[in-house]
């Protein structure tokens, strides 16, 4: 693709006008939400779409999560039922997006769903987001990063990941999550956990299943990886790595000092992005418990730390 010139401008409301006509011309803008960056497309617009592939390196059959305002547009898009429903009430705006049945004629683009007949949809809980969707409709919106690489959670990291390939960075500070959305697939009565996040999967209430294949964004085997090797589990480090610690395990730069996985969750991306520009040859991350917030970041975690 060629190159483009990347502007980073404030997510005010000059900024949000500018990313609006950015849209409305078919062209992806990267912006904040309360998990991590995206990088937006208008849902319904393949060419837009596909520039949001071409931009991110990223293989189409990877699904892509379509962002809504509310339950209300989501309804326009796919089929619901009433465990979904309860889902949404609960938990939206906010960091869960729901795998549900593709509504026929729906106002998405094919290329959005790889072709699946489901359709990942999320109602985000971050003022631009929802000030973009209101002006222009359903986006759908992938991290907005190159494809495998670590998740942005400032303007920085994505320009740092996407300058000359995207136009426009919309800078509404730090991710205040820090992490990716919880993916839940509902099918029926049948409910699935496809991707911790989040919203820790206690707080659902429901069982993880395995899913054939990928069905939902975040599923690949190596994804949210730096450069280097990653080593997990790690209470000491050799001279050659870079340390990332958790509670007693100072390393070189801590999650959390006091064992908070509501702050280490916030600082994962953050410190992952700080270890892989430290010119360490290898990258190795303490203990994290397995439990709420934990089983996300180890997720992250073990696919960054997944061969290549």
């Known amino acids: 693709m060629n190159r483009q010139t990347t502007q980073t401008v404030a997510a005010d409301a000059h900024g949000i006008a500018q990313a609006v006509a950015a849209l409305r011309r078919g062209e992806p803008v990267a912006v904040p939400t309360e998990t991590v960056y995206g ?35 989501a309804a326009t898009l796919i089929d619901s039922g009433a465990i979904a429903a309860m889902l949404m009430a609960r938990f939206w705006p906010g960091p869960l997006t729901l795998v549900l049945p593709l509504r026929a004629g729906a106002g998405v683009a094919r290329l959005v769903t790889a072709g699946l007949p489901a359709l990942a949809v999320r109602c985000p809980a971050h003022p631009v987001m929802q000030a973009l969707i209101a002006a222009v409709g359903p ?59 989040a919203v820790p999967a206690e707080a659902l209430a429901i069982s993880a299943a395995a899913a054939p294949g990928v069905t939902a964004p975040g599923q690949l085997a190596s994804h949210y990886a730096p450069q280097q090797p990653v080593r997990l589990a790690a209470p000491t480090a050799s001279a050659d790595e870079f340390h990332i610690g958790f509670g007693p ?22 410190l992952l992005h700080l270890a892989e520009a430290s010119g360490a040859a290898r990258i190795a991350v303490a203990p994290i418990p397995q439990h709420g917030l934990g089983a996300a970041i180890e997720d992250r975690l073990r696919r960054a730390a997944a061969a290549r």
């Open 39 to 73: 990088l937006a497309a208008v849902a319904a617009d393949g060419d837009a779409v596909a520039r949001v592939y071409a931009a991110k390196g990223r293989p189409v059959f990877n699904p892509l999560i379509v962002h809504v305002a509310d339950a209300a547009m």
């Open 139 to 197: 986006l759908a919106a992938p991290s907005a990063n190159a494809s495998g690489r670590l998740s942005p959670t400032t303007a920085a990291h994505v320009a740092a990941s996407l300058d000359g390939r995207i136009g426009l960075i919309l800078d509404g500070g730090p991710c205040s999550a820090g992490i990716e959305s919880t993916i839940v697939a509902v099918d029926g009565t049948r409910v699935a956990l496809l991707r911790p996040g």
């Open 249 to 270: 395990v100072a390393g070189d730069a801590t999650l959390s000092a006091t064992g908070d996985l509501i702050e280490a969750a916030a600082r994962l991306f953050d």
